[in-house]
């Protein structure tokens, strides 16, 4: 078995750990970067770079890959009323998204993280090397050849089902709030991203949402997410639900028809909320999925993806010695005050179809939606901090603090208290 040390060995070469390969490399850490599959490689998401991660391209001047500029985004209610979330330009983040498949997006990161001067393995890190959070590394299995690469630390970037967090005893997995997504590539023109509300049977609404998105080149991406919590068996569903539900945007004319069958269909978990994993102890630290940084109400995880990857590097730069520690502060401080009310809000959700048919019949009312729009977007989308001042940062401001109040006493904002907020020491 062939051998190699390194400073930090990062599992998982999607946006986070590529963004956290590349910013250790450029500081002059010595780091493996491995991936079980061979790059260019497809992945089931709906293909936006949000606001935030666009931010994170510029701030470590690397340039937007080629795609597609978008701004505002409708929703569409269990009625069919439609509201548009307008797209405002934050003061820490740019008024748009960006539509790249995530074959051209994940490859251009890695590339650069290689390029920056981490190692690339192609292969599946099977065995960790110690156990627990003292991992020293593992035994990647590269074209049936084992190879030992050891680090003095470990970064978990291996998506939802993380082996990384599983190895280290991260997650306990009767708390995870888990979903699952199927997203389809379709040859339609789309002018405006579409999000959908949708009832199967009348008032019994469906446990997640849909989207129909555009991509370049006239194409669409289109799919179906649905909330499960514990139970990973529902995550189905969406996959037996997306004809009906391509039928459902047929008869909105957000599609002018269904294709027979959707090109490149693909499915994949969602790990939401943070609810369930500890992100980092002792030499391991879990960014992007594999740390459940999903936003749960809308599914986005790539800019939170990126920013966590760049945090963790900057953890282990800075802090080298409390790097965890740094880091869960890092990560406390930028989604603590919006996935715990978000995440507490999804949890009693899911499972209450009337309810979540009462709420998106609510919030796409003709009036209330319109007053609601521009603080909506913000808040869906994550980005009150760094909202520019206005009508639309006071609702968005308004909101969080009433989901505050509503969710504080909830389990899974115990959960936060107990196992995010709390220091070393056991203090709060």
């Known amino acids: 078995m062939s051998q190699r040390r390194v400073d930090v060995l990062v599992v998982g070469a999607g946006p986070a750990g590529s963004i956290a390969a590349m910013v250790l490399a450029r500081a002059g850490a010595s780091v493996a970067l491995v991936d079980k599959a061979r790059f260019p490689r497809e992945k089931a998401c709906g293909d936006f770079i949000g606001p935030r991660g666009l931010q994170v391209l510029a701030d470590l001047d690397l340039a937007e890959p080629p795609g597609l500029d978008v701004g505002d985004m409708i929703v569409v209610g269990p009625t069919g009323r439609r509201v548009l979330l307008p797209c405002f330009d934050g003061t820490t983040y740019p008024g748009r998204a960006r539509a790249v498949p995530r074959t051209v997006f994940d490859d251009a990161l890695r590339t650069a993280a290689l390029e920056a001067g981490a190692y690339g393995y192609e292969g599946r ?55 699952f997504a199927v997203r389809a590539y379709l040859e339609q023109l789309v002018p405006l991203p579409a999000i959908t509300l949708w009832e199967p049977t009348r008032w019994q609404a469906f446990p997640g949402y849909g989207w129909i998105f555009p991509g370049p080149d006239g194409t669409a991406n289109v799919g179906l997410g649905i909330g499960t919590r514990a139970d990973r068996r529902a995550g189905a569903k969406a996959v037996r639900a997306l004809p009906a539900y391509l039928e459902h945007l047929v ?18 978990w969602l ?31 790539i800019a939170q993806a990126m920013t966590s990857g760049r945090a963790a590097a900057e953890a282990v730069l800075g802090h080298p010695g409390r790097a965890a520690e740094h880091y869960r502060s890092a990560l406390i401080g930028a989604h603590l005050p919006y996935q715990r009310v978000t995440a507490a809000g999804h ?82």
Request: proline content about 5%; cysteine-free; overall charge neutral.
């Open 251 to 268: 008869h909105l004319g957000l599609l002018d028809r269904v294709p027979t069958p959707p090109t490149k269909k693909l499915g994949g």
């Open 125 to 179: 890190a099977d065995r960790p090397l110690e156990a627990g959070t003292g991992i020293e590394g593992f035994v990647v299995t590269a074209d049936g050849v084992d190879i030992e690469l050891r680090a003095d630390f470990v970064i978990g970037a291996d998506g939802s089902t993380s082996h990384v967090a599983a190895s280290a005893g991260l997650v306990d997995e009767q708390r995870v709030l888990w979903g």
């Open 271 to 301: 790990k939401m909320g943070m609810v369930g994993t500890t992100p980092a102890a002792g030499r391991v630290l879990l960014v992007g999925d594999a740390a459940g940084l999903v936003n749960p109400l809308q599914g986005e995880g």
């Open 347 to 428: 949890a009693a959700l899911v499972g209450r179809p009337r309810a979540v048919s009462a709420l998106g019949r609510v919030i796409t009312a003709p009036v209330l939606g319109k007053a609601l729009s521009g603080g909506w977007g913000i808040f869906w989308n994550e980005l009150l901090d760094g909202a520019a001042p206005g009508s639309a940062r006071r609702v968005a401001t308004a909101s969080t603090w009433f989901a505050r109040a509503v969710t504080s006493r909830t389990d899974v904002s115990r959960w936060f208290a107990d196992t995010l907020e709390r220091t070393p020491d056991g203090s709060l």
